[in-house]
């Protein structure tokens, strides 16, 4: 056993009290005034945010784990110092984190300034924008599908959940950290994208919506897509804010669609 790494075998330890004891939102507030830390689960979510410059604090293993996929993640870790690597039996890990851990490895990690919305969106052609969705695996998986089908960016309303939550980064398979995000001013989402010269085309169930091909939106230079929570929808006055209106037809009876099943097929489309 490498003596750098420190096997665990109780759960007493202070130092893991960020894996198992505090809420995502304790972790989010752990160091206010400064910025608070997240945690990336597996190898390939790991991998990315390092790859995007987010720096690692220290490393929670299975044990046998380190001579496998998790050997790459600790000498990434340990590039620019040494940092605390904590092994510790399956049995013990799962009762530390509450479940089986995904390919054996958590990082605890540093978040890093939010960029502002001209940063992020300001030379894209097509972004999304995520209004109150306040589901992880919703979130992660609508993040996934913007980053494989060619969404430039993605935008947050003060009212979605953290894309930097465990689940929800773990679910985008760390395309969260590939794809240009951050969140909306509260109160000026859609000044913010008019000031960007962006159109607004809202994803709702409408009887006086354009098709989803329609050649205007394929011709509009810059178009903002709105996608709402999983239930609800968008909200009403934002369906009225936007520029245009798009219903994915359904067949069978069938009512609508999984938010992150409706993303997939919008992006596809109006991104061509």
């Given at each position: 056993?490498?003596?750098?790494?420190?096997?665990?075998?109780?759960?007493?330890?202070?130092?893991?009290?960020?894996?198992?004891?505090?809420?995502?939102?304790?972790?989010?507030?752990?160091?206010?005034?400064?910025?608070?830390?997240?945690?990336?689960?597996?190898?390939?979510?790991?991998?990315?945010?390092?790859?995007?410059?987010?720096?690692?604090?220290?490393?929670?293993?299975?044990?046998?784990?380190?001579?496998?996929?998790?050997?790459?993640?600790?000498?990434?870790?340990?590039?620019n110092g040494e940092i605390p690597v904590y092994i510790?039996?399956?049995?013990?890990?799962?009762?530390?984190?509450?479940?089986?851990?995904?390919?054996?490895?958590?990082?605890?990690?540093?978040?890093?300034?939010?960029?502002?919305?001209?940063?992020?969106?300001?030379?894209?052609?097509?972004?999304?924008?995520?209004?109150?969705?306040?589901?992880?695996?919703?979130?992660?998986?609508?993040?996934?599908?913007?980053?494989?089908?060619?969404?430039?960016?993605?935008?947050?309303?003060?009212?979605?959940?953290?894309?930097?939550?465990?689940?929800?980064?773990?679910?985008?398979?760390?395309?969260?950290?590939?794809?240009?995000?951050?969140?909306?001013?509260?109160?000026?989402?859609?000044?913010?994208?008019?000031?960007?010269?962006?159109?607004?085309?809202?994803?709702?169930?409408?009887?006086?919506?354009?098709?989803?091909?329609?050649?205007?939106?394929?011709?509009?230079?810059?178009?903002?897509?709105?996608?709402?929570?999983?239930?609800?929808?968008?909200?009403?006055?934002?369906?009225?804010?936007?520029?245009?209106?798009?219903?994915?037809?359904?067949?069978?009876?069938?009512?609508?669609?999984?938010?992150?099943?409706?993303?997939?097929?919008?992006?596809?489309?109006?991104?061509?």
């Amino acid at each position: 056993m490498n003596h750098n790494y420190k096997e665990v075998t109780t759960l007493d330890i202070p130092e893991l009290s960020i894996y198992h004891q505090l809420s995502e939102n304790q972790l989010f507030h752990i160091n206010e005034p400064d910025l608070g830390i997240f945690i990336a689960e597996s190898p390939k979510v790991i991998g990315r945010a390092l790859d995007a410059g987010y720096e690692p604090i220290s490393l929670l293993i299975e044990k046998g784990q380190t001579q496998k996929d998790a050997a790459e993640i600790i000498d990434r870790c340990r590039e620019n110092g040494e940092i605390p690597v904590y092994i510790g039996e399956p049995d013990i890990l799962s009762k530390i984190t509450g479940f089986h851990l995904t390919r054996g490895v958590l990082c605890a990690m540093k978040r890093k300034e939010l960029p502002s919305v001209a940063e992020v969106a300001g030379n894209a052609r097509r972004i999304a924008v995520l209004e109150n969705v306040t589901n992880p695996t919703n979130l992660g998986a609508i993040v996934r599908s913007a980053a494989a089908l060619g969404m430039d960016a993605v935008l947050f309303t003060s009212g979605c959940t953290d894309p930097l939550y465990r689940r929800a980064a773990r679910v985008s398979m760390g395309t969260v950290f590939q794809v240009p995000w951050t969140f909306l001013p509260e109160g000026r989402e859609f000044s913010s994208l008019k000031e960007l010269g962006f159109k607004t085309v809202a994803l709702a169930l409408r009887n006086d919506t354009k098709v989803l091909d329609d050649p205007e939106l394929k011709n509009t230079g810059k178009l903002a897509v709105f996608l709402g929570a999983e239930g609800d929808g968008l909200l009403p006055e934002t369906i009225e804010a936007c520029d245009y209106c798009v219903m994915i037809p359904m067949a069978h009876g069938v009512d609508s669609l999984n938010v992150a099943a409706c993303s997939a097929v919008a992006f596809w489309e109006l991104a061509k």
